[in-house]
Each structure stands twice: as C-alpha cells, then as structure tokens.
C-alpha cells in the first residue's frame, strides 16, 4: 500500500482528498502546513506528495525545495487556476506535476498512479542480469534505469521521475530529435494533458541539475518550434 502525504492548509480539501485516496486503497498522511510536513518527512519519508502552494509557516514552494535536497520521490503540486507563474516555478523547482483547483479528484487520483506506475519501474529493488545489461552509456551519461541512478562524468545527478525519463528518451538515439508531444508520451498516461510549457520546465530543471556538476553541459539542444535533441559529447 502506498503512502500519499496530503499537505494543504483548506481542512476540506484535505478531509475529501484524503477519503477519496484512503477508498483507491491509499494510505494518507495530512499536514495542514509546510512546516508540519517537513518534521514529519524527516523521521519517515511517503512515497509520493501532494502540495498545495499558498500555506502558513512554510509554503509549498520552501517545502519542495527542502524536500528536494533529501529526495526525488515524485510530488504533485496544487495550484490556483490563474496562477502560471506558480506553476512554472514548481516545475523548475523539482515538482514532476501539478494540478489547478478547483480540480478533479478523479484526475488527481490518475496522475498519481502514473507517477507511482514510473517511481515502481525505476526503482526496482532487485537487479536481475537483463535489468543490469539495460544501463545505457553515451558518451559522459551513465544511466541505470533499474536503480534510478544518473551519472554525469562518473558524477552523481539526483532526477525526479519525470526527469529520468525525459533524459532517458532524449539519450536513447543521440542525433535525434524528439518533439515534445512525444516527450509527453514518455513523460505521462495517455489520459494525463500537459502543455509545452510543462515539457518546458522540465527540462530547464534537468539542464540546471546537470550543469550543477558540469557547468560546460551542453548534450541537450533545444530546435526552437520543433523539439530536443541529444547530442553525444
């Protein structure tokens, strides 16, 4: 069973999300602000989160980010309707998705899955031999998708899920450009829609986590209008 920490200050929210999560068979921890979460994810992690981003003590924007400097465990965020900015620095931040409010719990309920569905496959605890032999080199990238381990010459480079696997798709034929509808396939369910920006982000997220052991990585190249490509250093 999996554990979903819920962190939002709307006790409504809270309360229907929860019962919604706990009837697909979801463990749920709730935190009605940042700060609680955090002292709470230091003495045992969930498997995945979702925040709200306007909060008291600590907002989900701080939370994320301290989250971040201990673990790539997938996290959504919630976002008001109107708010792209938000959106756009969660993304950048580390978060692997968001969902605006008023929203769907259906839809929450989905993406978490999807999330789940990628943390599972790229974080198989036992290695067999045909799951060794798929770690990818190319060049300075070592990938090991069995482990959920990125290295950048012989550097270690800590990825979201949605990271890992966007850099994965792009690795997997240098030279070749992937647009980002098909990146968006790789990245999430069919029944999951994001836009370019998302795709966007994410990459900004990657390139800056990158060049935070490389500051001269340049093997990811944007083809304005058309996509990203990976090019073999």
């Known amino acids: 069973m999996s554990r979903i920490a819920l962190v939002d200050d709307d006790r409504n929210i809270l309360t229907s999300v929860s019962m919604t999560l706990e009837a697909e ?34 907002d989900g924007m701080d939370l994320l980010q301290r989250v971040r400097q201990k673990t790539a465990m997938p996290v959504i965020f919630l976002t008001s309707k109107d708010d792209e900015i938000d959106e756009v620095l969660g993304l950048r931040m580390g978060a692997d998705d968001y969902v605006k409010k008023p929203f769907s719990q259906r839809l929450l309920v989905e993406r978490i899955r999807a999330l789940l569905r990628r943390q599972e496959v790229l974080s198989g605890e036992e290695v067999t031999e045909v799951e060794a032999s798929q770690v990818m080199q190319r060049g300075e990238l070592k990938m090991d998708p069995a482990r959920h381990a990125v290295a950048w010459k012989g ?41 370019d920006r998302t795709i966007d982000s994410h990459i900004k997220r990657l390139r800056k986590k990158m060049r935070s052991v490389d500051p001269e990585f340049s093997a990811i190249e944007t083809l304005y209008g058309i996509g990203y490509r990976y090019n073999e250093e």
Do not use: C
Not at 25 to 33: A, I, L, Q, S
Not at 42 to 52: E, I, Q
Not at 165 to 189: E, I, N, W
């Open 155 to 195: 550097k270690d480079v800590s990825l979201t899920v949605t990271e890992f696997l966007l850099l994965q798709a792009l690795a997997q034929r240098p030279g070749f450009v992937k647009s980002r509808d098909q990146l968006m396939d790789v990245a999430y369910d069919d029944q999951v829609y994001v836009d």
């Open 25 to 58: 068979g979801f463990e749920v921890e709730t935190y009605n602000d940042g700060q609680a979460a955090l002292d709470a994810f230091s003495k045992k992690l969930p498997d995945m989160a979702v925040f709200d981003i306007k909060m008291p003590r600590m």
